[in-house]
């Protein structure tokens, strides 16, 4: 879904940085959520996805005004992290 909206906003045509950057912001988030680690890292890999988001935004040579609707399933994925570690407290 992420890169569908980079795609949509017009990443490809901002060149090879922004480009760099989004998919990196893209890729972050599922991978720490992937990786057994505290919940912690996890907020700190969104936390730089939105920051690599803003930098590129900022420099980017060209609009790119829906670019942080890529991280819709990042938000999914804490949402979806943090009622599962409840859930799992509770029944220990």
Do not use: C, N, Y
């Amino acid at each position: 879904m992420g890169s569908l909206q980079a795609w949509d906003s017009d990443v490809p045509a901002a060149g090879l940085l922004i480009v760099f950057l989004v998919s990196l912001a893209i890729a972050l988030p599922p991978v720490a959520l992937l990786v057994p680690l505290k919940q912690v890292h996890f907020l700190g890999a969104f936390a730089l996805s939105l920051i690599l988001l803003i930098v590129a935004r900022l420099i980017s040579p060209i609009p790119l005004p829906g670019l942080f609707i890529v991280l819709i399933p990042a938000v999914m994925g804490l949402s979806f992290t943090g009622i599962f570690r409840q859930e799992s407290e509770k029944i220990s």
